[in-house]
T-cell receptor, first 111, second 114 residues
């Protein structure tokens, strides 16, 4: 069974600082894709970043980057220069044939 | 690009009533997904379609739930009869060419069954 674990239900960061959200997953597949989605209070699910498992290079999208450790089955999200607008639920997700989500991490950004 | 469109945005109904949720995927996307989000169970995939054909409905909770995709630009998720435990946010998402491509989500429908 595919499972995604986000061990931090809540995280807090000071504005302009850096925060890392953790995600681990369990799979026997070798070809899969990993995602981070953001869900602000509006409930809209917004793609943050996508990583193909066959690529060794970590994906980066502006202030957002991932640390993908395939052997460890770890896929953490780093947010640099945190902004108030980054406050949201963040979901890690894994796809082989269908998407499985973690339980989410609620990020608070303090001014 | 209008994105994925869902209607209604909010629905309040009484137990036993039929509820129909609607979704218009992004034009050109050939995969469509229905998800349910609750506090207890998080985000769950209910069913997904490829080129209007249901591929995997193993996440549909029970026979009270049904989903259709009569054409490439429209899908419905129906609950009949509805129960209070069906209260949740229902999301529709679509992707191009593969479920492994980025899935774009609609704004969701918040359903409350009294």
């Amino acid at each position: 069974a595919q499972t995604v674990t986000q061990s931090q239900p809540e995280m807090s960061v000071q504005e302009a600082e850096t925060v890392t959200l953790s995600c681990t997953y369990d799979t026997s597949e070798s070809d899969y894709y990993l995602f981070w989605y953001k869900q602000p209070p509006s409930r809209q699910m917004i793609l943050v970043i996508r990583q193909e498992a066959y690529k060794q290079q970590n994906a980066t999208e502006n202030r957002f980057s991932v640390n993908f450790q395939k052997a460890a089955k770890s896929f953490s999200l780093k947010i640099s220069d945190s902004q108030l607008g980054d406050a949201a639920m963040y979901f890690c997700a894994y796809v082989v044939r269908d998407m499985r989500f973690g339980a989410g991490t609620r990020l608070t950004v303090k001014p | 690009d209008a994105g994925v469109i869902q209607s209604p945005r909010h629905e309040v109904t009484e137990m036993g009533q039929e509820v129909t949720l609607r979704c218009k995927p992004i034009s050109g996307h050939d995969y469509l997904f229905w998800y349910r989000q609750t506090m207890m169970r998080g985000l769950e995939l209910l069913i997904y379609f490829n080129n209007n054909v249901p591929i995997d409905d193993s996440g549909m909770p029970e026979d009270r739930f049904s989903a259709k995709m009569p054409n490439a630009s429209f899908s419905t998720l129906k609950i009949q009869p509805s129960e209070p435990r069906d209260s949740a946010v229902y999301f529709c998402a679509s992707s191009f060419m593969s479920p492994q491509e980025t899935q774009y989500f609609g704004p969701g429908t918040r359903l409350l069954v009294l």
